[in-house]
């Protein structure tokens, strides 16, 4: 078999660098996409070579509109070839500011860019690009989702907009560029403090699960390499969440109020 190669964007750290790490140790290649953490993009790209693999730092952002392409055409020039897989890990995570409508306009149209816009373009291209220079086998595009979006509440709603919008598209765009790419969602829960969270309340939120244990950013990421080598799925998205979407919250996690301390009253 010659050698595989992945892209991964938003690969320099948490989740990204996860991505990065288990598909090195599972034998592939690497092109890790960063946009500002350059230092930490190639302390990454380091912990890949000391595995024995192949890999690229590649900086880019992903908010004009010519983004994707110019990504694409710098993965090319730096791999000679279509990569056989692609991570759509970048996302944007943001509140919104209008505490009645739960919506921010110029918000949603920044995070439509990068959350919905982007993945979809890299997949098209890493379709049209194979198609280019006659890469036969498997290819596999990877949209990497959120469990938010089997598990509603109005909270951070532009950001679920697109993640939904994405959900939805999965399946769409596996019959759009089949046969020649896979196109796989992929949904984790919380696995990280993010935005505005104290890591007393993230403590907390990590264990509300079905598992009630915190999730393996390491177990997600090797789910991520499943689909990507398992050539019989497409269309679908797999939940690696501990099954977080199944224990329903009337708002996000972090906005949970603290349990009471021992002893309180009730």
Request: charged content about 15%.
């Amino acid at each position: 078999m010659s050698e595989r190669w992945v892209l991964v964007t938003g690969g320099a750290l948490r989740l990204g660098r996860e991505f990065c790490l288990a598909f090195a140790r599972a034998g592939w290649n690497v092109v890790c996409h960063y946009r500002h953490s350059a230092e930490a993009a190639q302390q990454t790209c380091a912990e890949l070579r000391a595995l024995g693999r192949q890999t690229h730092a590649l900086q880019g952002g992903l908010g004009h509109a010519d983004a994707a392409a110019r990504l694409f055409d710098d993965v090319l020039a730096a791999i000679g070839r279509a990569p056989d897989a692609l991570v759509n890990n970048a996302s944007q995570f943001e509140p919104d500011s209008d505490p009645d409508t739960h919506l921010t306009p110029g918000l949603l149209t920044g995070l439509l860019q990068l959350n919905l816009v982007v993945p979809l373009q890299l997949a098209g291209l890493l379709a049209s690009a194979r198609a280019a220079r006659g890469q036969g086998g498997d290819a596999c595009a990877i949209h990497v989702l959120d469990q938010k979006v089997f598990n509603l509440n109005p909270d951070y709603f532009s950001y679920t907009v697109t993640k939904l919008a994405l959900e939805r598209a999965v399946a769409l765009q596996a019959q759009a560029l089949a046969p020649r790419v896979r196109v796989v969602g992929l949904a984790p829960g919380l696995m990280y403090l993010s935005g505005p969270q104290t890591p007393e309340n993230f403590a907390g939120a990590s264990q509300l699960n079905l598992l009630a244990r915190p999730i393996d950013p390491a177990r997600v990421a090797q789910a991520g390499v499943f689909l990507a080598t398992n050539d019989a799925i497409t269309g679908a998205t797999l939940s690696v969440d501990n099954g977080q979407h199944l224990v329903p919250l009337a708002c996000d996690v972090m906005f949970l109020p603290p349990p009471p301390a021992a002893g309180a009253a009730p």
